[in-house]
């Protein structure tokens, strides 16, 4: 699977994940790579980054650059401050405006507001992205390890039922690039936080241990079972065949870096 290029004036195309659960119904989605935006080495070149280090200038035209390949030129773009943690935030209409939303410490946010594109920036971690046809909702969610086992993802849905009645049943998502099991090698207190959060019956989050006998893991399929576990049918739920760490020309990756490095984007909105 490869990404979609999309023309944005002034610069290289902007190439695109997009998942079959997410397209149409009135969604626009798309899961970004380091190529097409201004940023210069490190970070070159589509850094969405806020705190990378990178030119404060750049990331700016880069997010401009994002929302035009979506088709959302001049739109709103809603973030979070990440802290790998479990809270949800709604933002747009019925929630905190867009400004407000920049500085709130939270790992997932959603929007019922037409034209309000809401994103998560991740460089391994994963990016997942819901979208609630019958309730007019979308969701950006950020799961590291630690969101992974506090079940952020989970919490985001539980938030739609509360609020809007939610069916899960009904909800579609999309989990886009991260680091791979084959290369995400973890200490004990992770699989044990971990186990503590997944249905009993899911398993296949566990990877074999590597040959020096540390354990791996699969996050993505990890979040995937959290969606399944809250009744979200496995045909509803996408996936980009992508690992961070391996293809260092496509994507940021923390851990292959040591760091400093820029971010993806996982952005959704609901067409204006």
Same mark, same amino acid.
Do not use: K
């Given at each position: 699977?490869?990404? @979609? ?8 195309? #902007? ?44 990331? +700016? ?6 929302? !035009?390949?979506?088709?959302? +030129?001049?739109? =709103? ?7 790998? *943690? ?10 905190? &405006?867009? !400004? ?13 507001? !037409? %034209?309000?594109?809401?994103? #998560?920036?991740?460089?391994? $971690? ?9 309730? *007019? ?9 630690? %969101?992974?086992?506090?079940?952020? #993802? ?13 069916? &899960?049943?009904? @909800?579609?998502?999309? @989990? ?14 992770? #699989?044990? +936080? ?18 020096? *006998? ?18 979200? &049918? %496995? ?6 065949? !992508? $690992?961070?760490?391996?293809? =260092? ?18 952005? @959704?909105?609901?067409?204006?």
């Amino acid at each position: 699977m490869r990404p @979609i290029e999309h023309r944005v004036p002034g610069g290289d195309p #902007v190439p695109l994940y997009h998942l079959p659960p997410l397209e149409g119904g009135g969604v626009v989605h798309g899961f970004s790579t380091r190529l097409g935006g201004v940023s210069r080495p490190p970070w070159d070149s589509l850094d969405l980054g806020t705190s990378t280090g990178d030119d404060p200038g750049d990331v +700016a035209r880069n997010r401009e650059r994002l929302l !035009a390949a979506l088709g959302l +030129a001049g739109r =709103p773009l809603a973030t979070v401050r990440q802290v790998h *943690g479990s809270r949800v935030v709604r933002v747009g209409a019925g929630g905190l &405006p867009v !400004a407000a939303a920049e500085v709130v410490e939270a790992d997932a946010l959603w929007t019922t507001e !037409a %034209g309000l594109a809401v994103a #998560v920036r991740v460089a391994d $971690c994963v990016p997942v992205l819901l979208h609630a046809p019958e309730v *007019g909702a979308v969701a950006a969610v950020h799961a590291g390890w630690r %969101g992974t086992a506090l079940s952020v #993802v989970v919490e985001t849905v539980h938030a739609w039922a509360r609020e809007l009645g939610a069916d &899960p049943a009904r @909800i579609r998502a999309g @989990i886009g690039p991260a680091i791979g099991a084959a290369r995400y090698e973890v200490g004990p207190e992770v #699989v044990a +936080a971990l186990e503590r959060s997944q249905p009993p019956e899911e398993r296949g989050w566990r990877y074999a241990d590597s040959p020096h *006998g540390r354990a791996r893991v699969d996050l993505g399929e990890a979040n995937a079972a959290l969606l399944r576990s809250l009744g979200v &049918p %496995g045909d509803s739920i996408g996936r980009v065949p !992508a $690992c961070t760490f391996d293809e =260092p020309a496509l994507f940021y990756s923390h851990r292959r870096t040591g760091g400093v490095t820029g971010r993806q984007a996982a952005v @959704i909105a609901l067409a204006p």
